[in-house]
């Protein structure tokens, strides 16, 4: 069976970027008679906000995007992401790091696809005594690859391009690389369908899978909804929340950002008409 998810982060108020990641989500589950399952990614607690949370369930609500089961949230899931994280310190496939922002930019010699490559400084040298510890995942001397839905195959030179990443941090909280690996897997979800911005990261994600044993899901990212200035609609660029009103206007505006329908977009008089519509239209080869 097909199980789908939508994952949002209750930093901000949903806006059209959000919507249109959950329509797509949404119709290419429910197209597949699938299952379609909220998550609320609040492992950054000092990020998220519970009346957030609250806030994007009713959006969810109203705009009629019905989940099934129940809506899983991360901030309460901390055991699962240690038991995952023993398990990678077993494998010996996890180590702890004292190591500063400014200390990795002194002493990285490599830039990779997000920055300053860790230079396993760690790895060879002592800890430093009392100061708080984060742990890095050891990514394989290895090319990583994935053949994504929409924009095909994707690869990343693990070591070179990526390096040792944080799957916990030093303040204790667990990053969302592995969060997302470990809930995706338990809550047997096949098919993930997200924003393109998170195109970078899924090669880490199929690394951790690998390394815990967990099957990787088919990957499909979807074109990014900008704003007049180019960039992606997000709290940091204020993006607008989502209407109360004028739903079918805001589902219509939202589909048009998906070229995936099989016909074009119709007027609809009820917002149940246009998710029978968009549900039986969905064609994302
Ligand atoms: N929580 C992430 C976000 O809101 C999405 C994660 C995902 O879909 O994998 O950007
Ligand atoms: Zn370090």
Redesign the pocket.
């Known amino acids: 069976m097909v199980v789908g998810?939508?994952?949002?982060?209750p930093?901000g108020p949903l806006h059209l970027g959000?919507l249109v990641?959950a329509m797509a989500s949404y119709c290419d589950a429910k197209s597949r008679d699938g299952a379609w399952l909220v998550r609320i990614?609040d492992v950054d607690t000092t990020r998220c906000h519970a009346s957030l949370t609250r806030d994007i369930l009713q959006t969810l609500q109203r705009y009629q995007l019905s989940w099934d089961g129940e809506v899983v949230i991360q901030s309460q899931r901390t055991a699962s992401y240690e038991a995952a994280l023993s398990q990678l310190k077993a494998l010996d496939l996890a180590y702890p790091c004292t190591c500063s922002r400014k200390e990795i930019a002194d002493t990285s010699t490599r830039q990779g696809i997000e920055g300053h490559i860790y230079p396993g400084t760690c790895l060879h040298h002592p800890l430093k005594p009392d100061t708080p510890v984060a742990w890095r995942f050891k990514s394989p001397a290895q090319m990583m690859a994935f053949e994504d839905r929409i924009v095909g195959l994707q690869q990343h030179q693990m070591a070179q391009e990526i390096g040792d990443f944080v799957i916990k941090r030093a303040d204790g909280l667990f990053s969302?690389q592995l969060a997302?690996v470990v809930d995706?897997a338990l809550q047997g979800v096949t098919d993930?369908v997200?924003?393109a911005?998170?195109l970078n990261?899924t090669t880490r994600?199929c690394c951790l899978q690998q390394a815990l044993g967990y099957p990787t899901p088919r990957y499909a990212h979807v074109p990014l909804v900008l704003n007049v200035d180019g960039q992606k609609l997000s709290k940091q660029t204020l993006a607008a929340a989502l209407p109360t009103d004028n739903l079918l206007a805001t589902l219509t505006h939202a589909a048009s950002f998906l070229p995936f329908f099989s016909a074009s977009v119709p007027q609809f008089t009820d917002v149940p008409s246009f998710w029978r519509w968009a549900i039986d239209h969905w064609q994302l080869a």
């Open positions: 998810r939508f994952a949002p982060s930093t959000s990641a990614e969302y997302v995706d993930v997200r924003g911005d998170l990261s994600q």
